[in-house]
Structure formats: structure tokens, C-alpha cells
């Protein structure tokens, strides 16, 4: 709460009244706002029409830009930690498995098989969110940035 209000400007118990159910809707506003986003940038990128790379391509794009490079956390990562329950590990679960079979489906046009197609997804997942965790612990800022070369590598 601290790190919010000082981010906000807002003192807690501004947060409080402008969220009166707490640090639960609190998450799961900011997860809904999550979601809206991946549905615009990431999800239509690999439901849109072309050729699977140039998707992932976009896709990658995308996050690189909500990521700001690498340079901000990941809201899943961040909200998943410790013990999530209810409406937030609704959210996290939604947001993932639409990312994973996205991935897959854009995957599988590749030529490779379901079971493949849904491990390289949740691979290429993992190469993306574990590179931020890196990025936040390493003074390398450009891990980020390879993580998402690896996966434009793997489409291709």
C-alpha cells in the first residue's frame, strides 16, 4: 500500500475510499485493465491474419512496449506471488491459458503438432516472464531484449 501511494500521490486512505473492498478489487482492477490490454495488442496480434512469425513478431512487439522494454514487471508475476484465491486467480489463469493456446494455435500453423505446439507456448511464456524477473535482479538491460530475439528465433 505503501509503494502505491507514493506511485499515486494518493495517501492510503484515498486509496482505500476510491477502492472500498480493499487490496482485492484493487488487483482485480488492475488485472481487468491487464487483460483489456493483452485482448487489444497480444491476443489480436495472434489471431489476425499472416504469417505465423511475422504474428509472434507483433505480438512480441507488443510486449515489448507494455514492458517498456523489460523495464517494468510483470502485473501476473507481481499478483501471483504468495497465495491468490478467487476472482484474482481467475484472472491470472484467464490471462495465461488465452496466452498459452493464442501462442499454440499460432504455433501449430507451423507445421508442429498439439502436444508440441502448447509446450514451445508455455515455453516461449516462460523465456518472456522469467527474462523480467532476470532483468529486475541483473544489471543487464538487455536480457530482456534477447529473450524476446530466443523467440523470434524459435518461429522461425
Not at 490471462?95 to 493456446?101: G, L, Q, V
Request: hydrophobic share 45%; charged share 20%; aromatic share 8%.
Amino acid at each position: 500500500m505503501a509503494e502505491l501511494s507514493a506511485a499515486t500521490g494518493l495517501q492510503k486512505a484515498s486509496l482505500y475510499y476510491r477502492f472500498p473492498r480493499g487490496k482485492a478489487q484493487m488487483a482485480d482492477e488492475t488485472l481487468g485493465f491487464v487483460d483489456k490490454w493483452f485482448v487489444k495488442n497480444v491476443f489480436s496480434a495472434l489471431t489476425s491474419s499472416g504469417q505465423p512469425h511475422d504474428r509472434v513478431a507483433t505480438m512480441c512487439e507488443s510486449i515489448r512496449c507494455f514492458f517498456e522494454g523489460g523495464a517494468k514487471s510483470c502485473p501476473l508475476e507481481a499478483l501471483s506471488l504468495g497465495h491468490a484465491e478467487g476472482i484474482i486467480q481467475d484472472h491470472l489463469q484467464a490471462t495465461f491459458n488465452a496466452w498459452k493456446i493464442g501462442l499454440s494455435n499460432v504455433i501449430a500453423e507451423t507445421g508442429r503438432d498439439g502436444l508440441e505446439s502448447n509446450a514451445i507456448a508455455e515455453q516461449i511464456i516462460a523465456i518472456i516472464e522469467g527474462s523480467l524477473i532476470v532483468r529486475r535482479l541483473a544489471p543487464d538491460s538487455e536480457v530482456f531484449e534477447r529473450s524476446l530475439q530466443q523467440v523470434l528465433r524459435m518461429m522461425a
